[in-house]
């Protein structure tokens, strides 16, 4: 079975920064997307960036420029540097890795505010 554990909850103030990583465990094909995606309250989920195990990324366009995504595929881990935060910003940021399925991590809480 899959297991996403995540971490870097926090609480940051507008501009600042914040990482979040995400570890995948169990049998997981070589050949996989992991990526980031947030839900705010009352909102359906959406993407903030995704990366291949090839090393190709892809990012919302409301993150560009201020969000990086990584990945250390020998720890089957994806990162995500979140710069410039924005009250916008706030909602919980779920990893997923998709690999023959989707596996979902259980979700972090990110909450921008002064």
């Known amino acids: 079975q899959v297991q996403l554990v995540e971490s870097g909850v926090g609480l940051v103030q507008p501009g600042g920064s914040l990482r979040l990583s995400c570890t995948a465990s169990?049998?997981?094909?070589?050949?996989?997307?992991m990526g980031w995606y947030l839900q705010a309250p009352s909102k359906q989920r959406e993407l903030v960036a995704v990366?291949?195990?090839?090393?190709?990324?892809n990012y919302a366009d409301s993150v560009k420029g201020r969000f990086t995504i990584s990945r250390d595929n020998a720890k089957n881990t994806v990162y995500l540097q979140m710069n410039s935060l924005e009250p916008e910003d706030t909602a919980v940021y779920y990893c997923?890795?998709?690999?023959?399925?989707?596996?979902w991590g259980q979700g972090t809480q990110v909450t921008v505010s002064s």
């Open positions: 997923k890795i998709t690999a023959v399925r989707d596996y």
């Open positions: 169990g049998p997981i094909f070589r050949l996989n997307v």
């Open positions: 990366a291949t195990s090839g090393g190709s990324t």
